[in-house]
């Protein structure tokens, strides 16, 4: 079986972060798989992540609760699309668990993540991708920090896994 490969970034409709970084790739997909990982990183300080649940399976739920410095907290309901083991996560916030649309409701725009985790010597090249339906929802994420906010949770998450 072949593994498919990430979609190729559009300008115009998605966000792309990318990084290498000196932490080893089973370390950084246990902090993206396990919900009590996921809450300690996820969000960019000082908002947290209160909850977060985790069913790592396509049409599985991925579930978190951002919350505010405070005390506001915002409930995100996603699915997973796809999950190549050690290598790539791809969610969307646009279907539930079970593939069931959802309706949007979030000040975000809806996106689909594709996260990747390739081998790079000792550490990992690794990228994070937002795939928007149109050109106004990225022009939107990216107006609202993408790139500050996923670059802060990024460093967040490298410093935590280099704790596992």
């Given at each position: ?92 916030m ?12 979030s ?14 010597g ?43």
């Amino acid at each position: 079986m072949t593994t498919p490969k990430s979609p190729a970034i559009n300008p115009k409709l998605d966000l792309l972060l990318e990084r290498v970084v000196d932490v080893p790739r089973d370390l950084v997909w246990l902090a993206w798989t396990r919900p009590e990982h996921l809450k300690k990183w996820f969000t960019p300080a000082p908002w947290t992540t209160s909850e977060c649940e985790i069913d790592l399976r396509p049409g599985g739920i991925f579930r978190f609760v951002n919350r505010s410095p405070e005390g506001q907290e915002t409930t995100y309901v996603g699915c997973y699309l796809e999950i190549v083991e050690k290598e790539r996560l791809v969610w969307t916030m646009a279907l539930g668990p079970g593939f069931r649309p959802t309706a949007a409701t979030s000040e975000v725009p809806t996106f689909t993540a594709v996260i990747s985790m390739q081998p790079h010597g000792t550490g990992t090249r690794y990228t994070a991708m937002a795939m928007h339906r149109d050109e106004e929802g990225c022009k939107k994420h990216d107006q609202m920090g993408f790139h500050d906010g996923w670059g802060a949770a990024t460093d967040q998450l490298m410093a935590f896994a280099k704790t596992l």
